[in-house]
């Protein structure tokens, strides 16, 4: 390998311990939980997936409608825990909120046609449960987890990464806002 060979080697080493760090929210409230999640708004480009996990109750709803109104998506989000998917739309853009909650196997959730919107043109899918669709997703995706805290019943811890480049890229972007909202994270 030449200089210039390992010069790039040891660069696209460095950026990749970069691209899978994880980022770590500490969130006081439901309103910091949509805060985060209005800021998220602000990292996503069309056909971006996001998988979110964590027990119910834990906040994934909340985050969803505050990057909801992020997006300018003025309906109040419910959980789709009994319709599956819910869609939203904004001008050109589609928001799809799904809920896996309630479904086994990989059969029932196909059978939702969640494949037609995953990183489909103008459109960003959510979805809660998200676990367990992974495995069958083809492209890059972002996962969100949230975690009770047993001390406080209003604080959440928010866990965000990303796989490939692309993501990695938008997470140190978010870190950035993050920062400058004062989130102590
Ligand atoms: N820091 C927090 N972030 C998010 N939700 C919180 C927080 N503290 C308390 N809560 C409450 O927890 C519940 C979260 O509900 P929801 O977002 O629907 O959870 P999930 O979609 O994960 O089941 C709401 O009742 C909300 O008011
Ligand atoms: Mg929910």
């Not at 909340?62 to 319709?83: K, M, R």
Request: aromatic letters at 10%.
């Amino acid at each position: 390998m030449g200089k210039t060979g390992k010069a790039q080697a040891a660069k696209e080493r460095a950026l990749s311990l970069v691209y899978f760090k994880d980022l770590t929210i500490n969130s006081a409230s439901p309103q910091k939980t949509k805060e985060a999640g209005r800021l998220f708004a602000r990292i996503l480009e069309y056909g971006d997936v996001v998988l979110l996990g964590g027990e119910l109750g834990a906040g994934k709803t909340t985050f969803i409608s505050g990057t909801a109104a992020g997006l300018g998506i003025d309906e109040n989000l419910s959980s789709p825990s009994f319709t599956i998917l819910n869609i939203y739309t904004k001008s050109k853009l589609c928001l799809v909120h799904a809920d896996f909650y309630r479904l086994d196997g990989i059969d029932d959730i196909l059978n939702t046609g969640i494949e037609q919107y995953l990183g489909a043109k103008n459109t960003l899918t959510f979805i809660e449960w998200g676990e367990k669709i992974k495995d069958f997703l083809k492209k890059d995706f972002a996962q969100i987890y949230f975690e009770y805290n047993l001390l406080d019943k209003n604080a959440r811890t928010i866990s965000i990464k990303g796989s490939g480049p692309a993501w990695g890229k938008k997470i140190i972007k978010l870190g950035k806002l993050l920062k400058n909202a004062h989130f102590g994270n």
